[in-house]
């Protein structure tokens, strides 16, 4: 089906592309708030040593198997490992796909939602208490969550069908570096907020105490979700790279970029949040909660907010059309639909799913599953397992199954096996599947340490 192949922009460059896919709404609104519900510190730790151990490996080695197997990742194991299953890789994917687009729409709809209220000026005089209710008042409700997790799902197809990724990089290049710059903005008011320091501890003096399995799962899955790996996003990217790009320099500059983001975000918000007397554990609405208090006490406060939320929405929307593209690219190639009818069932269908979500803070918060809602429960079995479990698959097919040769073929093509290689093979090989087994096993109890 390789006609289908071309809707999406042929060849783009890698960088741009996966830097969208990775910066979003994981790294400033997730990071914060999931860092706040795990002791801040401690949790902020291991999440940095998951991102260079196991992180940065996973992400070449995903680039890696798009770029070798030339499909979505469903098809694109069936091209490098013919006759085995593991393109049942590709179908977890595809289900974590429809699962994390499905909570990140509801989340991109309030920041649609926060960025006309940044417009009509509506944090103006209102103190932490009435952001407070005023967050809880707009997504306990029903009506408006749903308007905007479909609008922001709409945008998504969109801009999927239309095939105008190629657009979308060009203002990527732009926008990405211009959201870096608000939030450095943003650094430098919350650093200098009365009682700043306390926030500046949480963040930054870890309190081992902290640690437990759950704590050490939810930095891994943080990890991954921030950079998109695990289910298959940077394989479906991969595919349309060139074969000129080279991987590792890729890999390291995404993922460093993308962890810069989420630690300038942190620097943004808990200072913030002790300052203005906020509790670091508030859950999903602790950014939507403590900036607009932060606006509010910075000169050009009104225009920085429109801009700030403005950036959020294109840096979730670079992030929900890689999740809508891991859907659209299977049905497209794997059951041959047309990339329009593709775009069309999988806005329909995470639609509803995202509805869901969206009124999980409302009228159906009380509809939950082993004690979460609909939208916990998407977050979590997506995060912490969805992802766990899929990167730790698709490092061991790396490792172990797929060809040493052809792995290095992408990676340093025909020169001679360097050191640099060597490390890389041997955490591939021996520490990623056994560092996120330990890690997994050891949270859902299958293993006491
Ligand atoms: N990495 C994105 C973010 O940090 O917002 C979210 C995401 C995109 C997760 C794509 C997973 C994925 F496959």
């Known amino acids: 089906m390789q006609q289908n192949r071309d809707g999406f922009s042929s060849r783009f460059g890698v960088i741009a592309a996966a830097a969208g896919s990775a910066i979003g709404l994981g790294n400033i609104w997730r990071f914060p708030y999931v860092l706040g519900e795990n002791g801040g510190g401690a949790f902020f730790l291991i999440y940095l040593a998951f991102i260079v151990l196991l992180g940065i490996p996973l992400m070449l080695t995903e680039m890696s198997i798009g770029r070798a197997g030339q499909r979505n990742t469903y098809g694109s194991f069936r091209n490098l490992a013919p006759k085995s299953k593991w393109y049942f890789i590709g179908i977890m994917g595809v289900v974590g796909a429809y699962m994390i687009l499905s909570f990140y729409s509801a989340v991109a709809g309030w920041t649609l939602q926060y960025l006309y209220d940044a417009v009509v000026n509506n944090f103006a005089n209102k103190n932490s208490a009435d952001l407070v209710s005023m967050y809880e008042t707009f997504t306990?409700?029903?009506?408006?969550?749903?308007?905007?997790?479909?609008?922001?799902?709409?945008?998504?197809?969109?801009?999927?069908?239309?095939?105008?990724?190629?657009?979308?990089?060009?203002?990527?290049?732009?926008?990405?570096?211009?959201?870096?710059?608000?939030?450095?903005?943003?650094?430098?008011?919350?650093?200098?907020?009365?009682?700043?320091?306390?926030?500046?501890?949480?963040?930054?003096?870890?309190?081992f105490s902290k640690i437990s399995s759950k704590v050490v799962l939810?930095?891994?899955?943080?990890?991954?979700?921030?950079?998109?790996?695990?289910?298959?996003?940077?394989?479906?990217?991969?595919?349309?790279?060139?074969?000129?790009e080279k991987l590792f320099s890729s890999a390291v500059s995404v993922?460093?970029?993308?962890?810069?983001?989420?630690?300038?975000?942190?620097?943004?918000?808990?200072?913030?949040?002790?300052?203005?007397?906020?509790?670091?554990?508030?859950?999903?609405?602790?950014?939507?909660?403590t900036l607009p208090n932060v606006f509010q006490q910075m000169p050009g406060g009104y225009f920085f907010s429109i801009i700030f939320f403005f950036l959020l929405v294109?840096?979730?929307?670079?992030?929900?059309?890689?999740?809508?593209?891991?859907?659209?690219?299977?049905?497209?190639?794997?059951?041959?639909?047309?990339r329009a009818k593709a775009t069309m069932v999988s806005f329909i269908s995470v639609g509803v799913l995202g509805v869901l979500c969206a009124l999980s803070f409302g009228p159906m918060s009380k509809v939950t599953l082993f004690g979460f809602t609909i939208f916990q429960l998407f977050d979590y079995v997506a995060s912490n397992i969805l992802l766990p479990v899929g990167g730790m698959l698709i490092v061991f097919f790396a490792g172990?199954?797929?060809?040493?040769?052809?792995?290095?073929?992408?990676?340093?093509?025909?020169?001679?096996?360097?050191?640099?290689?060597?490390?890389?093979?041997?955490?591939?090989?021996?520490?990623?599947?056994?560092?996120?087994?330990?890690?997994?096993?050891?949270?859902?109890?299958?293993?006491?340490?």
Not at 218 to 244: C, H, P, R, V, W
Not at 318 to 329: G, K, R
């Open 255 to 289: 993922s460093l970029a993308d962890t810069a983001i989420a630690v300038l975000a942190g620097v943004a918000i808990f200072p913030a949040v002790f300052a203005f007397g906020i509790e670091p554990d508030s859950g999903p609405g602790l950014v939507f909660i």
């Open 218 to 244: 939810e930095a891994l899955g943080q990890a991954f979700f921030s950079l998109s790996l695990g289910m298959g996003t940077i394989i479906t990217y991969g595919s349309y790279i060139d074969k000129k």
């Open 314 to 338: 294109i840096a979730a929307l670079t992030s929900s059309i890689s999740l809508l593209e891991v859907i659209v690219a299977y049905f497209a190639e794997e059951l041959n639909m047309t």
């Open 140 to 207: 306990s409700s029903s009506f408006m969550p749903v308007v905007w997790t479909l609008v922001f799902l709409f945008l998504t197809g969109l801009v999927v069908v239309a095939g105008i990724e190629k657009g979308i990089e060009k203002y990527t290049k732009i926008l990405m570096p211009l959201l870096f710059v608000i939030i450095v903005v943003l650094d430098i008011r919350a650093v200098s907020l009365d009682g700043a320091e306390e926030g500046l501890s949480f963040l930054f003096n870890p309190d």
């Open 400 to 449: 172990w199954v797929w060809a040493r040769s052809r792995f290095k073929q992408e990676i340093i093509g025909e020169s001679k096996e360097n050191g640099l290689f060597k490390i890389f093979m041997f955490i591939i090989k021996f520490v990623a599947p056994f560092a996120i087994a330990l890690v997994f096993l050891n949270a859902v109890g299958l293993l006491k340490f």
